[in-house]
Structure formats: structure tokens, C-alpha cells
């Protein structure tokens, strides 16, 4: 197969650190069955859901949508629902009885207790901080593709992303700094703190109106880095010819659809998905020299 023309990156979990692991973080520290909160939100109907909306940009970040968010992750249906999957595929300690099948979920549903609290509030600004900080070996081999890899393609990113309001204050009552927070190493030294410098294209979703994983936000994307691409004399950019990073299945799983390759980026395992698109684009990406 032909490298690709464009590399399109997401953002949060792919070359920034995840704020799925300040989720996880807050469920271990307030005893919350792992995988509850990202199932809260992503079970938020795609129209209505807090969380959804905020990143469409269809509301503000203020303390209605606070309260929004708190009820979307509080909702005693999406708790059952979770806890007895949970459960079932023996998660906890609940005793889910001899049986299989409905009398197995029945003896569970029994034993679901209640919804557990989380501070909405301060889980959204850890979620904020935690992902300010550059995941070391993804931004080195993003770096390197604008660099060494200079004029082969295109370089995008394609973020659901929250629209932050000018002097917004976090839980903690500072004024939050959105910039990425580099290390302090010679590595960083005079690199920009916005995010969307370190692309030729960069969308994010509370711009755009539309969120990953609508097929409508992959079909933009890739008619941006055809645009730019033609401008540099690259040529037509087809989804085919797009390769698309991601930490979440469903967002890949609509990328394929739409036509683009694909490589998940797993949390922990950013070093493994580079080797990987290292394969894909027949340069090195980290040490060594060029195999173009």
C-alpha cells in the first residue's frame, strides 16, 4: 500500500497525555468501578447529552452546564446498566447467583446500589489539567513528520474539543491556562503551547459544530487536507489516502467507514502506536535516520 498523503491526528490521548487516565485516577481514589465515568458520558444521547453539546459548542462552559454534566453522569438507568455488565463479566464482588442468563441479571439488578457521587466539576478540570502535557514519544514523532517529512504530505488534527471562555476559573478558582505545559527540557525549548500551531490543519470539534464520531467531521477533514495539499502542489486528497490516529474504537471505527486507514493509539501505548505509523509512512520516527 501506497504511504499516505495525510496523517490526521487526534489530540487528547494521542499526542497530549489522556485525559482517560485522570478519569480512571478519579475512580480508583473515590472507589468507582473502573470504566463507569467514560461509559456515563459516552451513553449522554448524542443530541442532548452535556458533554456532547459542550463539545459541538452548542453551549457555554458555566455552571448550567455543570449541573448538566453532574445529572448526565448520575443518571440511575446508565448506572444499572453499567454496574450489572460490570459485574457480570465479574467485575466487584457482587455474587451474581448459579444461574445464567435473565435469573443471573435479576439477582444482580437486586444488588445494584446507588449511584455513586462525582464531583463533576472537579473531575472536568482534572480532566483539563491532566491533559495539558505532551505525550513524549507522539509530539517527538509528530515534530519529526513536519520536519523530516516536510513537503510528503499533510499533517491535521481532527479533536473533540471544549471552547474555554476568556478568564473561565477552574474548580479551584484559578483562571485557567489552556496552553500545553511543557516539560522543562531542551527538547520543548521555543516550541509553541497551542495546540493548534503544531499542525497544518487543525479542527476542533466545538468550532466546527460537529463531533467525532459524526461521519460529517471525518468527510470535512478530509476535504481541509486536500485543500492544503493541493495549495502545496501534493495533489487530491481522498479519505483513502488519509491515516488517522485515535484512542477511541467508535471514532475509528467511522473513519474506516468513511475510507480513511486507521491506528488505534491504546492508553499507555503511544510508544507501540508510533512504531506503527513509523510502518506506514517507511521513516523513522524517532531515533535514527530516514528510510524515505
Known sequence: MAPPKAILFDVGGVVVLSPFQAILDYEVENHIPPGYINHAIQRGPPDTGAWQRLERGDCPLDDAWFAAFQTQLQRPPVWREYWIRFHARGGGHADPGSNGGDDATAELDAQVPPVPHIA?????????????????????????????????????????????????????????????EFPRAAGYR????????????????????????????YRLSVRELSRVAEARGLGRVEARDVLFLDDIGVNLKVARQVGMRTIKVDLGGTREAVRKLEAEVGMSLTEGKSRL
Open 190 to 217: 521555543g516550541d509553541s503551547r497551542d495546540v493548534a500551531d503544531w499542525f497544518d490543519v487543525y479542527l476542533g470539534s466545538a468550532r466546527m459544530g460537529v463531533r467525532k464520531p459524526d461521519p460529517e467531521a
Open 120 to 180: 463533576a466539576s472537579a473531575l472536568f478540570w482534572r480532566m483539563m489539567r491532566y491533559s495539558r502535557r505532551p505525550d513524549a514519544h507522539m509530539y517527538a514523532a509528530l515534530k519529526r513528520l513536519r520536519s523530516v517529512g516536510a513537503g510528503r504530505w499533510v499533517v491535521g488534527a481532527l479533536s473533540n474539543t471544549v471552547a474555554f471562555p476568556p478568564g473561565v476559573r477552574d474548580d479551584g478558582g484559578a483562571v485557567f491556562d489552556a496552553g500545553v
